[in-house]
Structure formats: C-alpha cells, structure tokens
C-alpha cells in the first residue's frame, strides 16, 4: 500500500519534466502547511523520501524547514 505522497512521487518520475519549489515538500504544487507537517515527518523518520524540503539550503531538512514554510505560508516573507 502506498501513500499519497509516494503516489505524487511515482506520478512526478513518470512525467518527462516537473519543476518542484523548494518548499514543496509533497510536490503538489503548492507551498503551505501541509509542507511543513511533511518536513516534520521526514525529520521524525516517518517519511523514508521528501520532494524539496531544505528551505534554509543548510543541506538539512528539519524544524527550522517547517518553521520557514509556515511563515512563508503566512506571508511573513
Ligand atoms: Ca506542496
């Protein structure tokens, strides 16, 4: 059985090119909270993959991640 985020990922391979923002962690396009609970599971070891999570690009997916797309998705910045 397989998640909805492994779902996205295997749909995202079969595709010739899909550009992924940083920050869409879940690769749907969108960068909002529901990002920042994916990079919290990752960081927890929950998800095994992630599609781009280093917001804070130090080579590093954890809170810091999460806590940088909520006020994204906040519009702080
Ligand atoms: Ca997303």
């Known amino acids: 059985m397989i998640n909805v985020f492994e779902a996205v990922l295997r749909m995202s391979a079969a595709a010739t090119c899909v550009r992924i923002e940083n920050g869409d962690a879940n690769g749907d396009g969108l960068i909002n909270s529901i990002d920042a609970a994916f990079v919290l599971r990752y960081d927890a070891g929950i998800l ?3 599609a781009a999570g280093d917001v804070s690009t130090d080579g590093v997916i954890n809170s810091i991640d999460a ?11």
């Open 48 to 50: 095994q993959t992630i």
């Open 67 to 77: 806590a940088l797309i909520l006020k994204h998705d906040a519009g702080m910045f």
